[in-house]
Nanobody
Framework: QVQLVESGGGLVQAGGSLRLSCAAS?????????MGWFRQAPGKEREFVAV????????DYADSVKGRFTISRDNAKNTVYLQMNSLKPEDTAVYYC???????????????WGQGTQVTVSS
């Protein structure tokens, strides 16, 4: 089993920054897991934001966040981060982290999920 706990969400003005964290734990979690960030706004489907592979050497971003968001991980702490800069009102959503052995944009492929953290960007 793998447990994921997100933190760092909140209310921020447009143009501001937030850093989300996702702490992973569990007997079966290891540094080979790819970690992804997804988000879901009210009335919308869950969408891919970013993903990072096990050793941090490969990342992928949605076009909507490329150049503004940065995903990283600290395997010594079993934690993945999402640095979000130049935030826009359309970034408002619940942000979820997810873990799986495959690096993919497809949220249906991820088996382990956190409970989510709310990010609200005011205009």
């Amino acid at each position: 089993q793998v447990q994921l706990v997100e933190s760092g969400g909140g209310l921020v003005q447009a143009g501001g920054s937030l850093r989300l964290s996702c702490a992973a734990s569990g007997r079966t979690f290891n540094r080979y897991y790819a970690m992804g960030w997804f988000r879901q706004a009210p009335g919308k489907e869950r969408e891919f934001v970013a993903v990072i592979n096990g050793n941090g050497g490969r990342t992928d971003y949605a076009d909507s966040v490329k150049g503004r968001f940065t995903i990283s991980r600290d395997n010594a702490k079993n934690t993945v981060y999402l640095q979000m800069n130049s935030l826009k009102p359309e970034d408002t959503a619940v942000y979820y982290c997810a873990a799986d052995l495959a690096i993919t944009r497809d949220h249906a492929r991820y088996y382990y999920w956190g409970q989510g953290t709310q990010v609200t960007v005011s205009s």
